[in-house]
């Protein structure tokens, strides 16, 4: 039998593959995340009330300026996560991959507390185990990168001490 919390990752995760939010998410969920960490002093994340979420600050790759964005996160043992660079299943990988590729470190903001974190992108070597991890936590998710018609970058975040 599957848990509650499965059946509504998998019910969230089917909604947002659909045409209607993939047109409608880009414009209408940055906004929303923005109000409600204003009202919430930062401390809630509107994404995350149904998935695990984050706020990734990295260093623009181009400006050199600090730069927030939230996203879904997948955990892994050790303090470890995993990022999926979807943008809403469009045709063009978003800027915090860029980010991160040319500064690593970075940090993740979870529940409001700032980790520091070097990520990595996952290599092709161990690609297919990643996203197969990912599809246990977030069924169908690998969707995104069918209807992108792009390879998704997949980045791991590692707690720096």
């Known amino acids: ?22 047109t409608i998410g880009p414009s209408i ?8 960490a204003f009202v919430s002093g930062g401390r809630v994340q509107l994404s995350g009330l149904l998935v695990p979420s984050l706020v990734l600050r990295t260093t623009g790759a181009k400006s050199g300026l600090q730069r927030e964005t939230p996203l879904m996160y997948c955990a892994e043992p050790g303090g470890r996560m995993l990022v999926t660079g979807s943008n809403f ?3 063009t990988h978003p800027a915090w991959t860029a980010n991160l590729l040319a500064h690593p470190a970075a940090v993740a903001i979870v529940r409001g507390r700032a980790v520091p974190v070097r990520a990595a992108l996952v290599g092709d070597d161990e690609r297919e ?5 990912i599809q246990r936590q977030w069924p169908g998710y690998r969707g995104y990168e069918r209807a ?6 997949i980045f791991r975040l590692t707690p720096v001490n």
């Open 129 to 133: 185990a990643v996203w197969d991890y």
């Open 89 to 91: 299943a469009r045709g």
């Open 148 to 153: 992108s018609g792009r390879v998704l970058r």
């Open 1 to 22: 039998m599957r848990s509650p919390l499965f059946v509504v990752r998998a019910g969230v995760a089917w909604f947002s593959r659909t045409r209607f939010f993939r």
């Open 29 to 36: 969920m940055p906004p929303l995340e923005r109000a409600t």
